[in-house]
């Protein structure tokens, strides 16, 4: 298992996997600072 | 998050599992505009359109993350017209945290959903009875007053 959840950080490729997944997108909006 | 409840292995697991998972930083600022995003962490479950079905704004911890998520799904399972699949989504939020507050969410959409999931008039007071019973300060206990 992964230590740690696999981000995306291009939305477009994530509505392309969740097409062929079925899956539904987990879209987070972080400020890193 | 990213401190606390990104690196929970529950969380992490749940979420390989559900979604596929994508971040985006607050200086997107197109990102931001199209989805009238303007505090963090905000969280959005979207479809392959990318068409919001559920929205959390600010920190959760680990248990209430992946209840608020599972509600988030079962709201895409409901709204794509998944029923069974929304059903049972909920029913995990219910039975698996309990204490959660996503609990009342989870309790009021099967229920209340007035088109398709659940159309006749007992369950639905049923479900008014159950979330003023146990969740009276709850917002969808006061929502649930229109079933």
Redesign the interface.
């Given at each position: 298992?992964?230590?740690?959840?696999?981000?995306?950080?291009?939305?477009a490729?994530?509505?392309?996997?969740?097409?062929r997944?079925k899956?539904?997108?987990?879209?987070?909006?972080?400020?890193?600072q | 998050m990213g401190a606390v409840t990104y690196p929970d292995k529950a969380v992490i697991d749940f979420v390989d599992y559900n979604f596929i998972p994508v971040q985006v930083q607050v200086t997107d600022t197109a990102l931001m505009q199209k989805y009238n995003v303007s505090w963090t962490p905000t969280i959005l479950v979207l479809d392959a359109d990318g068409k919001e079905h559920y929205r959390s704004v600010g920190f959760l911890a680990p248990g209430e993350f992946i209840a608020a998520m599972q509600v988030g799904k079962g709201r895409y399972y409901l709204d794509t017209e998944q029923f069974p699949e929304a059903r049972a989504m909920f029913e995990e939020v219910i039975s698996q945290s309990p204490e959660a507050n996503a609990v009342p969410e989870a309790i009021f959409f099967p229920g209340g959903h007035p088109v398709q999931a659940h159309p006749r008039p007992k369950p639905l007071r049923e479900v008014y009875d159950t979330l003023t019973a146990k969740y009276p300060a709850s917002d969808w206990s006061q929502t649930g007053r229109a079933l």
């Open positions: 298992m992964a230590m740690q959840v696999c981000w995306l950080d291009n939305l490729k994530a509505l392309e996997t969740s097409a997944t899956k539904p997108v987990l879209l987070d909006f972080y400020n890193p | -």
